[in-house]
């Protein structure tokens, strides 16, 4: 498994205390990604997956608050045999573990059972939007959500709001979201930063991301408009 950084948080990427792996490799390219050196898959260190389990092992004692093992990126679910392979591990090993995924996965649902606590990106209900700022279109994240919608599974969705790509019509998420069955939904929004500005040096394209009060707020008050759930981390 390659991996270009690891560390603990709480109650950032997934329940209580956390180890958190940043698995190299990303099939997107958002323009403020905030991890710009973690998207080539060879990024990183490569570590056996009997190393990231001892590690993992070792570290039962930090869980505390329901806490566990939180794999994210660059895009987890590109490694898939080897994530499968912990996953059931620490499944069997009674260690709770969550996926952070941007939903881009095909085989995403099958890593389901071994994934006590899944968050995923929408970044935009636009499929050509989506794809002119970060390559990829939403056709496997649409088919995934609702997926997961129906098998009513927990699901936390991560909506990154950044000015001139996704904040003009909060009603389009709403609604889209809105068909489905979100009982066991919830959705968190991610107002723009620029915490990976530096590591991108003149490369970075974001202009004026940064989003206004007002917009957070329609975005807020749409949402609960649709009885839609949200949580902040
Ligand atoms: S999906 Fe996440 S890791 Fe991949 S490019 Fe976008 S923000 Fe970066």
């Known amino acids: 498994m390659r991996i270009f950084g690891k560390g603990f948080n709480f109650s950032q990427d997934g329940?209580?205390?956390?180890?958190?792996?940043?698995?190299?490799?990303c099939n997107m390219r958002?323009?403020?990604?905030?991890?710009?050196?973690?998207?080539?898959?060879?990024?990183?260190?490569?570590?056996?997956?009997?190393?990231?389990?001892?590690?993992?092992?070792?570290?039962k004692p930090m869980f505390f608050s329901g806490g566990g093992v939180t794999f994210t990126g660059g895009e987890a679910t590109l490694q898939f045999d080897e994530l499968l392979e912990v996953l059931n591990k620490l499944k069997y090993n009674g260690i709770h573990t969550c996926i952070e995924t941007n939903g881009t996965g095909e085989h995403l649902t099958d890593i389901l059972k071994f994934t006590d606590y899944l968050i995923m990106d929408f970044k935009h209900y636009d499929t050509n939007i989506l794809k002119k700022y970060t390559n990829v279109g939403n056709e496997t994240i649409r088919r995934n959500f609702e997926y997961i919608c129906r098998s009513k599974r927990q699901l936390h969705i991560r909506i990154p709001l950044i000015n001139g790509f996704n904040t003009q019509n909060p009603?389009?998420?709403?609604?889209?979201?809105?068909k489905f069955n979100t009982q066991n939904v919830v959705f968190e929004f991610l107002p723009y930063h620029e915490y990976g500005k530096d590591k991108w040096k003149t490369e970075y394209k974001v202009q004026n991301g940064?989003?206004?009060?007002?917009?957070?707020?329609?975005?807020?008050?749409?949402?609960?408009?649709?009885?839609?759930k949200l949580i902040t981390t």
Not at 171 to 178: E, K, R, T, V
Request: proline residues 3%; negative net charge; hydrophobic residues 35%.
């Open 210 to 228: 940064f989003i206004t009060d007002e917009i957070l707020e329609n975005f807020i008050s749409t949402f609960k408009q649709y009885n839609l």
């Open 171 to 178: 009603a389009n998420f709403a609604s889209y979201f809105s």
């Open 30 to 59: 958002c323009i403020w990604c905030s991890n710009p050196e973690g998207l080539n898959t060879k990024a990183g260190m490569e570590y056996s997956t009997e190393e990231i389990l001892n590690e993992c092992l070792r570290s």
């Open 15 to 25: 329940p209580g205390n956390r180890l958190v792996y940043h698995l190299s490799g």
